[in-house]
């Protein structure tokens, strides 16, 4: 069996790269991106951690919850550690997946997540 998700893995994070499960991570930089297709590149920032070869490209929600936790310098943010989900959102009238950052105080980092 094979999921074509895990075929062509991307540059970024997707909800379905979390397995169904949480994901707690340790930020080591956010830096801004051009991300999107040809045409349609948007800068943006992108939050990378420890140990892994993708980031997370953030939007308004899940960067107002890091802010929320530690600040809104980025640069504080190195170090710190966050957990994500996976989960659904409404998104042009459509439900669809994406991650979301937990608004608690995460765990000590899961070394088993596939990302």
């Known amino acids: 069996m094979m999921n074509i998700n895990d075929v062509f893995p991307g540059k970024y994070l997707k909800a379905s790269d979390l ?5 707690t991570v340790t930020i080591s930089g956010v830096v801004l991106e051009d991300v999107g297709s040809e045409g349609k590149k948007e800068e943006k920032a992108v939050v990378y951690f420890q140990g892994k070869d993708r980031g997370l490209v953030l939007n308004k929600t ?46 000590p980092p899961t070394d088993d997540i596939p990302i």
């Open 19 to 23: 397995k169904n499960q949480d994901a």
């Open 62 to 107: 899940n960067s107002g919850v890091i802010s929320d936790l530690y600040g809104d310098e980025t640069d504080n943010w190195v170090g710190k550690m966050i957990t994500m989900f996976p989960t659904q959102t409404d998104f042009a009238g459509k439900s669809v997946e994406c991650i979301r950052i937990r608004i608690n105080a995460p765990q």
